[in-house]
């Protein structure tokens, strides 16, 4: 398999939304663009898009959102602001949620000096990721205020109780890359000094022998890193990891905080939900395409409007790839998510 690389989509701003214990905050803005692509200052006040990035909260980069992201929703003449967190398992899940707040915070009180403020129609955004940003995106729906006026949920975490995850998966289609032990993986799970947090690292798909001949040059770290990944992954450890599972006197106790931050149990029936639309390829073997289904039905039974967007064959990552319209595959994966978010911001 060979990854395409493909550059990051320019003009862009970039600006430190804040501080965790001395480890900067980054967020990159790219501002919405006429056809020409010439940044549009006389378009008036524009959506934008709040952009969560995906890596099992262990890894991933802000930086360059999956490459369809820039280009479809400045097709729309949006802005996008793509935000940084810090990984576990230096810091904790609770941690990695205030990191979105910071980024959030500083959006309202910041983008319309940034972009002029006869240029950004503030209380007009979606939130939106895939995968862990996914399920962070849903979190915003109803931790907000304001809340999104949608959502795009790209393959996202609903259920973290999923007794899926506490499953060994010796035949993941992700092998371990580097030459560490099991006990040097063990050791780096441990390293929990959230002095030592990192926002950004490669993509196991970003790594050799996936992708070669650019510039970028990973290091020792990197590697470490998506190694972890797929160890977690392989061994039923993912959880466990994420919200050290050694803190809770009883399974009682871990279970429900694992439901605390899970969509199909935060979001309240009783309460307003934003629209959400859902893509998920069918054949996911990192987050059962049934938790989507879930998601989807209950929301249903709230009233809530959800678009759901299944792709047959498909597996985590289908779309993260696709560049732009003539890519077979954006007709099915991206032009809906367009169509559902204009539909709600105009």
């Given at each position: 398999?060979?990854?395409?690389?493909?550059?990051?989509?320019?003009?862009?701003?970039?600006?430190?939304?804040?501080?965790?214990?001395?480890?900067?905050?980054?967020?990159?803005?790219?501002?919405?663009?006429?056809?020409?692509?010439?940044?549009?200052?006389?378009?008036?006040?524009?959506?934008?898009?709040?952009?969560?990035?995906?890596?099992?909260?262990?890894?991933?980069?802000?930086?360059?959102?999956?490459?369809?992201?820039?280009?479809?929703?400045?097709?729309?003449?949006?802005?996008?602001?793509?935000?940084?967190?810090?990984?576990?398992?230096?810091?904790?899940?609770?941690?990695?949620?205030?990191?979105?707040?910071?980024?959030?915070?500083?959006?309202?009180?910041?983008?319309?000096?940034?972009?002029?403020?006869?240029?950004?129609?503030?209380?007009?955004?979606?939130?939106?990721?895939?995968?862990?940003?996914?399920?962070?995106?849903?979190?915003?729906?109803?931790?907000?205020?304001?809340?999104?006026?949608?959502?795009?949920?790209?393959?996202?975490?609903?259920?973290?109780?999923?007794?899926?995850?506490?499953?060994?998966?010796?035949?993941?289609?992700?092998?371990?890359?580097?030459?560490?032990?099991?006990?040097?993986?063990?050791?780096?799970?441990?390293?929990?000094?959230?002095?030592?947090?990192?926002?950004?690292?490669?993509?196991?798909?970003?790594?050799?022998?996936?992708?070669?001949?650019?510039?970028?040059?990973?290091?020792?770290?990197?590697?470490?890193?998506?190694?972890?990944?797929?160890?977690?992954?392989?061994?039923?450890?993912?959880?466990?990891?994420?919200?050290?599972?050694?803190?809770?006197?009883?399974?009682?106790?871990?279970?429900?905080?694992?439901?605390?931050?899970s969509a199909m149990y935060h979001i309240d029936p009783a309460n307003n939900y934003p629209p959400v639309?859902?893509?998920?390829?069918?054949?996911?073997?990192?987050?059962?395409?049934?938790?989507?289904?879930?998601?989807?039905?209950?929301?249903?039974?709230?009233?809530?409007?959800?678009?759901?967007?299944?792709?047959?064959?498909?597996?985590?990552?289908?779309?993260?790839?696709?560049?732009?319209?003539?890519?077979?595959?954006?007709?099915?994966?991206?032009?809906?998510?367009?169509?559902?978010?204009?539909?709600?911001?105009?």
């Amino acid at each position: 398999m060979d990854t395409p690389v493909i550059p990051c989509p320019t003009p862009f701003i970039d600006h430190i939304a804040g501080q965790a214990l001395g480890i900067d905050l980054p967020l990159r803005i790219w501002p919405a663009v006429k056809k020409d692509g010439e940044i549009g200052r006389e378009l008036g006040k524009r959506p934008w898009v709040f952009w969560i990035h995906g890596g099992a909260f262990m890894y991933g980069k802000h930086y360059v959102p999956n490459a369809w992201v820039i280009p479809a929703f400045r097709s729309l003449s949006y802005h996008v602001v793509s935000v940084s967190y810090r990984f576990v398992p230096q810091v904790t899940h609770d941690d990695i949620v205030s990191d979105i707040l910071t980024a959030y915070t500083w959006c309202r009180n910041n983008l319309e000096a940034v972009l002029g403020k006869g240029n950004v129609a503030l209380d007009s955004f979606v939130s939106a990721g895939d995968s862990a940003g996914a399920h962070l995106a849903l979190w915003c729906g109803n931790h907000l205020s304001p809340p999104p006026k949608a959502i795009v949920d790209i393959y996202g975490l609903t259920s973290l109780d999923d007794p899926f995850y506490s499953l060994s998966i010796p035949d993941l289609p992700l092998p371990i890359l580097g030459n560490s032990s099991t006990e040097e993986l063990d050791k780096a799970l441990e390293n929990r000094d959230p002095k030592n947090a990192v926002i950004t690292s490669a993509f196991t798909l970003e790594l050799e022998p996936y992708t070669s001949g650019t510039n970028y040059q990973p290091t020792i770290k990197d590697i470490l890193r998506a190694d972890m990944n797929v160890y977690t992954f392989k061994n039923g450890l993912k959880m466990n990891n994420i919200f050290r599972r050694y803190l809770f006197e009883t399974e009682e106790d871990y279970t429900k905080e694992l439901q605390k931050w899970s969509a199909m149990y935060h979001i309240d029936p009783a309460n307003n939900y934003p629209p959400v639309i859902i893509v998920h390829g069918k054949s996911d073997t990192i987050v059962p395409v049934t938790q989507s289904h879930q998601l989807a039905e209950k929301l249903r039974k709230m009233g809530v409007e959800v678009r759901e967007n299944y792709v047959d064959g498909m597996d985590h990552l289908f779309e993260a790839y696709l560049a732009g319209p003539e890519d077979p595959m954006w007709e099915k994966a991206v032009v809906p998510v367009l169509a559902f978010v204009k539909k709600h911001l105009g």
